[in-house]
């Protein structure tokens, strides 16, 4: 049976009893259900969607440089947050903990390149940019005892948690830890667009506001090309832009990544999962919607405290129906992306490539362990021997998924600088100095070990054998 706005007395009664949950979650999750419940999803007329100007998504070369003044520079940093969405567990890769203890290249991990590169600026320029961390009940506790190795640092490191809602048992509609799941599996973090009311509720908003800080800028932890950019920043604060997203030139591999429109005269981001299903392969081309959201957000202090407090954060609603023990269980969650529409005179800025780096498996990580980027005062910057501007498409087969079995089957990461594409699938071991260039694919026949040995050189090559080597 589909729930009905019926169900919400009985919901809110189970949910008033939850002592695990503050009262601000309380009100928010309740306000989450009823939206659902009440079917308000933003219904978008697909004729009146139109393609941004260069007024809404500025080319980022358009944008004013920051002059070499020093005070000029410092100026604009004082103004400036960094908030980073650390809330993801590693699971995927095979970690356990948050994901931004991975190490990424040179022993170091996200977090560590965070920190060096925030210590750089604020010693560079006399600043003080905080750095925040906003975790999951997930990955809190890891971190606690993570962000303690800082401690030195010339980076004062904030965190708070996002909040904390319970899993809806789909066919009673009841929150599942009234029902008697109380361990973590009973809730779920509701998705990033609650960074702006956790940011308000876990009061750092307000401080940061009474310290003269202006700006937050938002990005995933995983993203390692979500650097401080003060050219944003510095348009931003001229143009009195409350909100900006950054978005970047859509490739093959980037077609699900939600899009900028502009809509009945504001600009908003359109995901995949509003578009009509006769519209799906227009949406994912790349001719009619050449730009998506990169998830590097950069927000007005004093706006998110102006709209969360008027509950006006009404993002669009995504369902995400699970099965966990067995159980079927309903978790929505919104997205910070979709809040741009709710802030006056927001814009998108079309960065430049190098500025989308996530790390979402095995793959993103030979790519930036390899020769193709090096580390430069915590900034990882493409090698410039390349002479294509995209990367190599990177198709690791199973055994290579988590970060574990990835290091052990690599002696060393190849040399890749010369790579189109990689498909390797099957038992693949690789040696030290291998240095692969064109297309090349490994596959190992089912049940033999397939070793690409020290120092070989393999270009436009499909390999199936040792034979073959």
Not at 131 to 145: A, E, P
Not at 294 to 303: D, Y
Request: net charge negative; proline share 5%.
């Amino acid at each position: 049976m589909a729930a009905t706005t019926e169900n919400l007395p009985q919901l809110k009664s189970a949910t008033d009893g939850l002592t695990e949950m503050s009262e601000n979650e309380k009100s928010g999750f309740i306000s989450l259900v009823s939206r659902y419940l009440s079917g308000e999803a933003q219904h978008i007329e697909w004729s009146k969607i139109q393609t941004p100007t260069d007024e809404i998504v500025v080319p980022y070369d358009k944008m004013v440089a920051v002059s070499e003044d020093v005070s000029e520079t410092k100026n604009l940093l004082d103004k400036l947050v960094v908030l980073k969405l650390n809330g993801g567990l590693g699971t995927t890769m095979g970690c356990t903990g948050p994901k931004s203890v991975i190490e990424v290249r040179d022993g170091l991990t996200f977090l560590d390149l965070i920190v060096i590169q925030i210590e750089n600026l604020n010693n560079k320029y006399g600043c003080k940019v905080p750095l925040v961390l906003m975790n999951s009940f997930n990955t809190h506790d890891d971190t606690q005892k993570i962000v303690e190795k800082y401690t030195n640092s010339n980076v004062d490191i904030h965190t708070f948690n996002q909040s904390k809602y319970p899993r809806i048992v789909a066919d009673e509609f009841v929150p599942w830890p009234s029902k008697g799941k109380t361990d973590k599996e009973g809730w779920y973090p509701p998705g990033h667009g609650d960074v702006f009311p956790a940011l308000m509720n876990s009061g750092k908003l307000d401080a940061f506001l009474s310290q003269g800080k202006e700006y937050v800028f938002v990005a995933n932890s995983d993203n390692l090309g979500a650097i401080v950019d003060l050219k944003i920043l510095k348009h931003l604060i001229l143009n009195k832009n409350e909100y900006c997203m950054e978005v970047t030139p859509k490739t093959l591999a980037d077609v699900k990544g939600g899009t900028l429109i502009s809509y009945e005269g504001k600009v908003q981001l359109l995901e995949i999962a509003q578009v009509p299903d006769e519209h799906v392969n227009e949406f994912k081309s790349i001719e009619k919607f050449k730009i998506f959201n990169t998830n590097n957000l950069w927000v007005n202090l004093k706006a998110i405290k102006k709209l969360v407090e008027a509950d006006a954060l009404k993002m669009e609603i995504i369902p995400n129906p699970k099965e966990v023990d067995g159980v079927k269980v309903l978790q929505l969650e919104t997205a910070a992306g979709a809040a741009i529409r709710f802030f006056d005179n927001a814009i998108g800025v079309n960065v430049p490539r190098s500025r989308f780096l996530p790390v979402k498996a095995s793959s993103d990580l030979l790519l930036v362990q390899s020769d193709l980027y090096t580390l430069v005062d915590g900034f990882v910057t493409r090698n410039k021997a390349r002479s294509n501007p995209s990367n190599p498409s990177i198709e690791l087969g199973p055994e290579f998924k988590k970060v574990a079995n990835f290091l052990s089957r690599f002696k060393s990461i190849p040399s890749i600088v010369e790579l189109d594409s990689l498909k390797v699938s099957g038992d693949v071991w690789f040696g030290s100095s291998v240095v692969l260039k064109g297309k090349v694919t490994v596959t190992a026949k089912s049940g033999v070990k397939l070793e690409i040995p020290d120092g070989a050189v393999v270009e436009n090559k499909n390999i199936n054998g040792p034979e073959e080597l």
